[in-house]
């Protein structure tokens, strides 16, 4: 039995037990089955004493029964950490009901599942069988004495009832076997991106330290070589090597300036994000509409790049496959974010399948991982003969990165 989890002693055929098998839908529905199976049984147990029938002893049946619905009711509604103690009691009045009135032998067939859900199954079958003898052993006081059918019908229920349980179990643990192995692909896949996200921030990062050790690097050490020969130098020699350092710094300068426009974009050099968007979207799908909604405000650079490449893609794929009648781009600036919509009314995809023409979606792959690294959303609407709409939204505010080391 579970230490962390009580088991609920109604849960159907030697079910696994805690959270596990109740958390599973149809398992559930055949544990609530079986309980109603156990009240119905009793019921019609009951029924011939309620008719009035004085063979029966009324008096002494009537309150067993009424008690022994209570206890198991207890033992459903609130399952006990210790189900042994329960099922000894919901037992041993049934033992009593059965020495009083053999009727009472069809409620065995629910327990004999309780037994095999509550117990181990050293104790489960010596307890289904100690059952079954005790119903074969009342129905011999019944008129007409002990036959072969007497017996073969408590024994052939027994031995359904273990092969249900069984089954069940198998079933539980097949599917349990197939959620776990959803979980390993998701986990997986989620790790893949993960890394392959983290490859790409590598090799830029790598390619931006070469283009530094070999450009600003450099420049610097050849200012700090000069400065200390300055200082050991005559004056004229000095004068000639600090406009050697100012020369160099001026080179420097200039390298500088030259990474942050190989950062930036053309398009959002001499112009922001609103009026870039704008040329884009008149440059490349001639008469397509581009509205702007909310009040600009700045946004960090690698959030301007991003959104002016998910446009220059989105409409280079409708100006190369939609054939669209009507394009338009909304940029709209909220409440601490900016969304961006692109909408045709071209031929459309199933994104799920990829284009109906056959080609390869890299493009969409690559919005939605530039999107995701800087915390966004990215979706894409579409389906065969009703267009596309792709949004996209970020937090205007940058993502904060948190620095894991660094290499001289």
Known sequence: MSRTSPPDPGAPAALPRGREASDVPPLRLVRLA?????????????????????????????????????????????????????????????????????????VAFPLFFLFLRA?????????????????????????????????????????????????YAALHRESQRRERLIDDLVRTRDELAAAQREAGRLAERQRLAREIHDTLAQGLSSIVLLARAAETAERDTARERVREIGLTAADNLAEARRFVQALTPPALEDAPLPEALRRVTARTVPGAVFRLDGEPCPLPVETEVALLRLTQEALANVARHARAEHTAVTLAFLDGQVALDIYDDGVGFAPGR?????????????????????????????????????????????????????AA
Request: glycine share 14%; net charge positive; charged share 10%.
């Open 119 to 167: 117990l181990p199954v050293r104790w489960a079958h010596p307890a289904v069988a100690a059952a079954t003898a005790a119903v074969v052993a009342a129905q011999a006081t019944a008129p007409g004495g002990l036959t072969v059918a007497k017996v073969i019908g408590p024994a052939a229920g027994a031995a359904v009832a273990i092969l249900t349980a069984y089954g």
């Open 354 to 406: 990829g284009p109906a023409d056959g080609r390869r979606t890299f493009g969409l792959h690559g919005m939605r991982e530039r999107i995701a690294g800087l915390g966004g959303t990215f979706t894409v609407e579409s389906a065969p003969g009703e267009g596309t709409a792709i949004a996209a939204t970020v937090p205007t505010a940058p993502k904060e990165i948190r620095v894991v080391g660094a």
């Open 34 to 106: 079986f309980h109603g199976a156990f009240y119905a049984l009793l019921g019609v147990a009951l029924a011939p004493t309620l008719a009035g029938r004085p063979s029966a002893g009324p008096l002494a049946v009537l309150p067993l029964g009424a008690l022994l619905a209570a206890v198991y009711a207890a033992g459903t509604v609130r399952p006990a950490r210790r189900p042994g103690l329960w099922l000894s009691a919901v037992t041993a009045l049934w033992l009593a009901l059965l020495a009083l009135d053999h009727g009472f032998s069809y």
